[in-house]
């Protein structure tokens, strides 16, 4: 009979102990899970649920580095944004960026790099196979014209001006430098309606962080909006 109490007790304690084991692992899991979403949070903005910018440009690497010569960068500057503010204010201007945000998204597929840099200026870096990169940047500028239909009824024009850089043509994979290659072109071809493709001219424009130098004055990131 002792002997049956003994083993009893030994199996008593085995499971106090693992049962007390196992709440701060519960703990802890729920925790991961709550850092991991947190995380997760902070690498996307809020508003359009693209990349932030540090997240942005570590994805944007990666692609660079995976696709290599056949690898498009692409920078998004929302045109007349501010006239969308005044005119229907800023709860309307957020519904346009998020229309933007998901078109960009629509056209350049799950497996891109697609940030919001900031303000209305976005940027994507994908894989873009030679030969078919001009057609598909005439898709993005006749998604990116399409209006934007709210919830009221009213619709918005919207348009966007859009540079791209290809590592093959500039002959460097280095993101900075695509980077401001591409703005450049973006300023080049700025209310035309026409996407710009860098050559190398655009690769010697001046910079600061990436954005094209302007006149002074001439909008946040020195080219008017």
């Known amino acids: 009979m002792d002997s049956v109490l003994r083993v ?7 499971a106090l102990l ?16 709550t850092l991991h979403r947190r995380l997760a949070a902070s690498r996307r903005d809020p508003l359009t649920g693209l990349l932030r910018r540090d997240a942005y440009t570590t994805q944007a690497r990666q692609s660079l580095r995976r696709h290599g010569d056949d690898t498009a960068v692409v920078l998004v500057d929302q045109d007349h944004f501010k ?4 005119t229907f204010g800023h709860a309307v201007g957020d519904t346009v960026l998020a229309a933007t945000a998901a078109r960009l998204t629509a056209w350049a597929g799950p497996n891109a790099a697609i940030g919001r840099l900031g303000g209305d200026e976005f ?13 598909r940047l005439a898709q993005l500028m006749r998604m990116l014209h399409t209006p934007v239909h709210l919830d009221d009824g009213q619709t918005v024009d919207v348009a966007a001006s859009v540079g791209a ?3 093959d043509i500039l002959n460097t994979r280095d993101l900075s430098a695509l980077q401001q290659a ?16 860098a050559d ?10 990436g954005r094209r130098a302007g006149r002074p004055g001439t909008g946040i990131w020195g080219r008017a909006a």
């Open 8 to 14: 009893q007790t030994r199996i008593g304690q085995r």
């Open 182 to 197: 591409a703005d450049a072109a973006l300023y080049d071809g700025k209310h035309s309606g026409h996407a710009v493709l």
């Open 18 to 33: 693992l049962t007390t084991a196992a709440v701060p692992l519960a703990g802890w899991t729920v925790h991961a899970v």
């Open 123 to 135: 940027a994507i870096v994908l894989e873009a196979p030679r030969g078919r990169r001009e057609d």
């Open 165 to 167: 850089a290809m590592p």
């Open 83 to 86: 006239a969308i503010n005044d």
């Open 200 to 209: 190398a001219r655009h690769a010697t424009h001046p910079s600061i962080n």
